[in-house]
């Protein structure tokens, strides 16, 4: 579970560095990944889903390392890629060496052989798939954009974390709902937004084929 969330962490890092580097400003404050939250602890908050149990951890960022609040208590934790899926990972002093593949929403860790699945899970999105038509993400309530983790022209996956709110003190993770490329962007980290207000535009795989055989 410390391996899938630490591993989820480094990947929204990377992926706004990423989105960083596209952009126009690479260096702004709107690419920090930190969970800075006015007047509270900087954290992010993972809802994951082990089979049909439900898990929220709370990482707290610190210098150099995490306080993950886990289930079976908190725990200090550090990782770093080594190479493709390998992490190298530190769990209150202790070592060790494991791969996490993620596919979409759902993390794989293999750990000596041994595997175990978890998925990137949030109840407060839960149900509303169908509500967000497709190539158009829309704020599900009223909140504020604390995370923009791609840039207009970013290629993304089904299930990637686009853009993180927060509402009633609690986070609301806007995912794509297909393969594709980002078109638009429409807000800022810090942006106030209302329920149903645009958040972004991408283009599917989906909607590029039919594109394509529109021109044929």
Request: negative net charge; charged residues 25%.
């Amino acid at each position: 579970l410390a391996a899938a969330c630490l591993a989820e962490l480094l990947r929204v890092d990377e992926a706004a560095a990423s989105a960083a580097g596209l952009s126009g400003d690479p260096y702004s404050p709107w690419w920090s990944t930190s969970g800075w939250v006015m007047n509270d602890d900087n954290h992010h908050t993972l809802h994951l889903r082990d089979g049909e149990r439900d898990i929220t951890v709370v990482a707290h960022y610190r210098a150099g390392h995490f306080l993950l609040e886990l289930p079976e208590g908190t725990v200090r934790a550090a990782a770093r890629r080594l190479e493709g899926d390998s992490y190298r990972v530190e769990l209150d002093g202790m070592r060790f060496t494991v791969d996490a593949v993620a596919r979409g929403a759902e993390i794989n860790i293999i750990d000596g052989g041994s595997l175990y699945r978890l998925t990137l899970h949030d109840p407060l999105t839960a149900g509303m798939e169908d509500e967000v038509r497709e190539g158009s993400l829309t704020a599900p309530m009223p909140g504020q954009v604390i995370q923009v983790l791609v840039s207009p022209g970013q290629s993304v996956r089904e299930g990637e974390t686009l853009m993180v709110l927060t509402a009633m003190k609690m986070e609301l993770t806007i995912s794509a709902p297909a393969d594709g490329v980002v078109e638009a962007v429409n807000y800022k980290v810090n942006d106030q937004v209302e329920e149903g207000q645009e958040l972004l535009t991408i283009a599917t795989s989906t909607e590029a084929e039919a594109a394509e055989k529109g021109d044929a």
